[in-house]
């Protein structure tokens, strides 16, 4: 026994009990601080067997205070291994334990979840084979021509020729096509009839129509109808009336022709056009054909399967991996034989045929059984005793890189030296130079879209649709490209604007507010746009956008030409690019390298000395009164050996920060004190280090920029019935989190949680949820508070809200939780202390919500499905200063107020802002939600 305390301790205090019941008092000795004991066969007369457990319990307070399992070969614990059981090389009765220890092999990069194939929807190009201005005969003379008149060998000599659009209209009102032939009014119906031809067969044409209709109409194509618009069901005559008025005429699309209905040769289209009503003063018609031609065909999202781990022998001596395994996440056992030189790559992987064919000149070893979590697994390394040799925990995100998980790089140890356990030593695999600058472009005739909004602002609007980082050059947004071709962006190049800074004319918002102009490496003398997203973008806010020039306008019917060169660098390559709101929208999967990391090789971010990696940060007491001083405490640990630690901090984030030296104690911790501040100061604070060859490092890893705070509170006490959730930061970023520009903004800002007093969550995120009107209020505004995943809210939750309005809700939500059946989504009530010190008190909580782990939980794989929030249409109305180019205000704000679920068309750009995808957002899958709401639009016989 090992008395690991700094005082005496009376063995008889303590008892050993085995999982078979037997109970044994100690002898009555004591054992000196730091001092060893035994107790040989006498005094520890058990019967054991390998599997066995032993128990350590201290009496007086009941409290188990260790275990261990017997083996059949003699263990201890490794203070290598924080206190691991590990087989020894010999045995030290009464003196430290002695290992033999393989510490030369370290696992040094991981892919655990490659990058997926998106989604991309089949892309066409279309030929206009019957234009808007297309002649047209039509029927001058009023009546009922029946039903001949639709048929293809009707006789049309009679009728006039006329010249879309056909119109009676003020000539105010814009419409998508020139003005050609006026028509009469006072009559319900119009008739028109056109011919076009096909060539060759018919079976892979594909036909997409387009009209612009006022009222309602019928279409036929060689006799037979293919659609109609505004008109019931049932047989039509010529008195019939479209059931809904049009206000004004669109360019309306979306219709495919069935390919049986057509001819090679000519075919005859005949449109029947009917009004709301007799006395209707406006008439418009004009029709459109397109031929859609296969640029390539759709790609259906797909996750990867490649995975791999990566060893490297960073010792000057050969290791033979005879009995060498890996396990915990996967299970590998190494060939007999097997040695690993010195400076040496090797991988392990979960299909080695399939790997060897991307990577033929890297040593792989084998396939491992399992496989890697997507979100946080356990790798160990264990040498021919059984004892570990390394290990690795990783997570998905926080202080370890986040683009490992699915963004198209791998997990790679900087420094082979450092501790790999830690995320400090970690970074995502620089995939800059594998990535290329590609060109695309793309063209699009701008419709209305159902229940267009007022549009108040004219501008471009890109991107990114999850966290990540592109590259974009040569921006262009083209008017009419096989015509006047007018440019109408300002500032596509960035050529005039000063690299590490804003683009002139243009805004950067919330989760894209870190964008700005870059030099490009590659070509020093081209300016750049670096656009980061921190998550994904809306049409609202969180992206960035550039109003058209010379106050130009999107048009419906007008035809757009949008293009760009990108770069893609790390994270998602869904770029979303539209002319604000949903005109000429698009998503653009940009290239990524096909392959991702550095297997068998050096580590594109590796470097010599990390420096001291630290660990162990923590702050006493957690919530200081004015009279208290703070002691912050970490540890550090480095190859080269650790000469200083310094204690960096600030108050309130504005004043220059202060220096502290570290102070090592007896244990290798270190500490340092500041001094006690006014009720209700903010402190942040990082520690710096520097090991044996000057080499520094700071933690958290960001360290001035980190959010490791406590805030002075001469108040607090433990609320007796709630959970008390204080929320702390910096005076600017609180500032900045309720400024009126920034309401709707979604990057959550620094951080540092403190829950019931006791627990501390350093550099968190949080940012204002709920809708505009509840934004405004400090006291009433609802938080989202984002966890890092290494440290998650009660073990489980990477995220919890609050809702300061939510008393009624509470109430049903707790009754629905409480039933039993009715579902719910884990709810509390807490004890909340606000970032600015409005309101706050007892909060709805909500946890779970509609998360992977709520669904999860309540379906089966659950998880797995794409969970969308039915958002709606919100217009923004104005600016900070009135001028289009300025920062947007959200207040004002109007609303699409009979909004529903309804049938938007075939395009699920359509969809995107009605329907927010919370969940499942690399799969963009929109095709459930577009089935659903063409079911919810069905009358009629279809709907029965």
Same mark, same amino acid.
């Given at each position: 026994l090992f008395n690991s305390t700094n005082s005496v301790q009376a063995l008889s205090d303590y008892s050993l009990r085995t999982d078979r019941g037997a109970v044994l008092p100690l002898p009555n000795r004591t054992i000196a601080a730091q001092g060893y004991t035994v107790?040989?066969?006498?005094?520890?007369?058990?019967?054991?067997?390998?599997?066995?457990?032993?128990f350590l319990w201290h009496q007086p307070t009941g409290e188990l205070r260790d275990a261990v399992r017997i083996d059949d070969v003699p263990i201890a614990k490794s203070t290598n291994w924080q206190n691991r059981w590990q087989v020894v090389d010999q045995i030290t009765r009464g003196a430290a334990n002695s290992f033999a220890v393989h510490d030369e092999l370290v696992i040094n990069e /991981?892919?655990?979840?490659?990058?997926?194939?998106?989604?991309?929807?089949?892309?066409?190009?279309?030929?206009?084979?019957?234009?808007?201005?297309?002649?047209?005969r039509y029927a001058d003379v009023p009546g009922d021509l029946g039903t001949a008149w639709r048929e293809s060998d009707y006789d049309d000599a009679s009728w006039p020729v006329g010249q879309g659009l056909f119109v009676v209209e003020d000539p105010n009102v814009a419409?998508?096509?020139?003005?050609?032939?006026?028509?009469?009014?006072?009559?319900?119906?119009?008739?028109?009839?056109?011919?076009?031809?096909?060539?060759?067969?018919?079976?892979?044409?594909?036909?997409?129509f387009s009209h612009v209709i006022d009222d309602g109409a019928v279409f036929y194509l060689n006799g037979q109808e293919f659609a109609r618009v505004n008109m019931r069901d049932g047989e039509i005559t010529y008195d019939s009336l479209a059931f809904r008025s049009v206000g004004d005429a669109k360019l309306v699309g979306g219709i495919e022709i069935p390919t049986s209905m057509l001819r090679a040769g000519q075919n005859v289209l005949a449109v029947e056009l009917h009004q709301n009503s007799i006395n209707s003063p406006d008439v418009v018609f004009g029709a459109q054909i397109d031929a859609a031609n296969l640029v390539s065909p759709a790609q259906a999202y797909e996750e990867s399967s490649e995975e791999w781990l990566e060893l490297f022998n960073r010792s000057d001596r050969p290791v033979d991996l005879t009995g060498w395994k890996l396990a915990d996440a996967v299970k590998f056992s190494f060939r007999d034989g097997a040695v690993l030189q010195p400076g040496e790559y090797a991988v392990v992987t979960g299909e080695a045929s399939t790997l060897s064919q991307l990577e033929p000149t890297i040593r792989i070893l084998g396939s491992y059984a399992g496989s890697l979590s997507n979100d946080t697994d356990r790798i160990q390394l264990l040498d021919e005793v059984g004892n570990l040799a390394d290990e690795v925990k990783y997570f998905d995100g926080g202080y370890w890189p986040e683009f490992a998980d699915g963004g198209g790089s791998s997990l790679e140890l900087m420094d082979p030296h450092a501790d790999n356990n830690d995320a400090a030593a970690w970074r995502a695999s620089d995939e800059t130079a594998r990535s290329e600058w590609r060109h695309y472009t793309y063209t699009r005739v701008v419709a209305p879209v159902v229940l267009d909004p007022p549009i108040n602002f004219q501008e471009l609007v890109m991107g990114l649709?999850?966290?990540?980082?592109?590259?974009?050059?040569?921006?262009?947004?083209?008017?009419?490209?096989?015509?006047?071709?007018?440019e109408l962006m300002q500032n596509g190049t960035f050529e005039a604007d000063t690299a590490e800074s804003a683009a002139a004319k243009w805004r950067v918002m919330g989760?894209?507010?870190?964008?700005?102009?870059?030099?490009?490496?590659?070509?020093?003398?081209?300016?750049?746009?670096?656009?980061?997203?921190?998550?994904?973008?809306?049409?609202? %806010?969180?992206? /960035?956008?550039?109003?058209?020039?010379?106050?130009?306008?999107?048009?419906?019917?007008?035809?757009?030409?949008? %293009?760009?060169?990108?770069k893609w660098i790390s994270g998602t390559p869904q770029l979303h690019t539209e002319l604000y709101y949903k005109d000429a929208a698009r998503s653009t999967i940009l290239a990524q390298p096909a392959q991702s990391g550095t297997p068998g090789r050096a580590n594109s971010t590796g470097m010599t000395n990390l420096g001291p990696v630290v660990s162990g940060l923590r702050h006493e007491p957690v919530v200081p009164a004015s009279d208290q001083d703070v002691t912050i405490y970490a540890r550090a640990a480095d190859p080269d050996g650790v000469t200083a630690l310094t204690l960096v901090y600030r108050v309130n984030g504005r004043d220059e920060p202060i220096r502290v030296p570290m102070i090592a104690s007896?244990?290798?911790?270190?500490?340092?004190?500041?001094?006690?501040?006014?009720?209700?100061?903010?402190?942040?604070?990082?520690?710096?280090?520097?090991?044996?060859?000057?080499?520094?490092?700071?933690?958290?890893?960001?360290?001035?920029?980190?959010?490791?705070?406590?805030?002075?509170?001469?108040?607090?006490?433990?609320?007796?019935i709630r959970h008390d959730f204080q929320i702390v930061m910096l005076p600017d970023d609180v500032n900045r989190l309720h400024t009126p520009v920034n309401m709707v903004d979604n990057n959550h800002l620094g951080t540092t949680v403190i829950y019931d007093g006791q627990e501390v969550f350093y550099d968190t995120g949080t940012r204002l949820r709920g809708s505009m009107f509840s934004r405004q209020n400090r006291a009433g505004t609802g938080y989202n508070v984002r966890f890092r995943p290494d440290q998650l809210f009660r073990g489980v939750h990477d995220s919890v809200a609050f809702d300061q309005n939510g008393e009624e809700e509470a109430l049903v939500k707790f009754v629905a939780l409480q039933s039993g059946n009715l579902g719910g989504s884990y709810n509390d009530a807490f004890q909340l202390v606000t970032p600015s010190g409005s309101g706050g008190g007892a909060t709805l909580t909500y946890l779970a919500r509609h998360s992977d782990i709520f669904l999860r939980e309540q379906f089966e794989n659950g998880g797995d499905g794409t969970l969308f929030k039915f958002e709606g249409i919100r217009v923004l109305t104005s600016t900070v200063d009135g001028r289009p180019e300025s920062l947007k205000l959200y207040q004002p704000i109007g609303w699409v107020g009979n909004f529903d679920i309804q049938d938007l068309g075939d395009d699920k750009e359509l969809y995107r802002w009605p329907f927010l995808i919370n969940g499942g957002r690399d799969r963009d899958d929109y095709s459930r939600i577009i089935d659903m709401a063409k079911a919810f639009s069905l009358t009629g016989d279809a709907l029965e």
């Open positions: 107790l040989d066969a006498v005094e520890l007369p058990l019967q054991l067997s390998k599997g066995d457990r032993i /991981v892919m655990y979840h490659h990058r997926p194939t998106y989604p991309e929807p089949i892309e066409v190009s279309a030929d206009t084979i019957l234009s808007l201005g297309t002649e047209w419409l998508p096509g020139p003005r050609g032939t006026p028509l009469p009014t006072g009559r319900p119906t119009h008739y028109f009839r056109t011919s076009f031809e096909i060539l060759g067969p018919t079976d892979d044409v594909k036909l997409k649709l999850s966290a990540g980082e592109v590259w974009i050059d040569n921006i262009s947004v083209i008017d009419d490209p096989e015509g006047a071709a007018t989760t894209h507010g870190r964008t700005q102009v870059i030099a490009d490496p590659t070509e020093p003398d081209n300016n750049v746009m670096r656009l980061i997203a921190d998550g994904r973008m809306n049409y609202l %806010s969180n992206h /960035v956008e550039s109003t058209l020039a010379n106050g130009a306008r999107s048009v419906d019917g007008r035809t757009y030409q949008i %293009s760009f060169d990108a007896a244990s290798g911790e270190y500490s340092a004190t500041i001094p006690a501040q006014a009720n209700n100061t903010v402190v942040q604070f990082y520690v710096e280090s520097v090991d044996g060859q000057n080499a520094v490092a700071v933690y958290p890893p960001a360290g001035p920029d980190s959010h490791a705070l406590y805030k002075v509170r001469n108040n607090f006490a433990r609320n007796a």
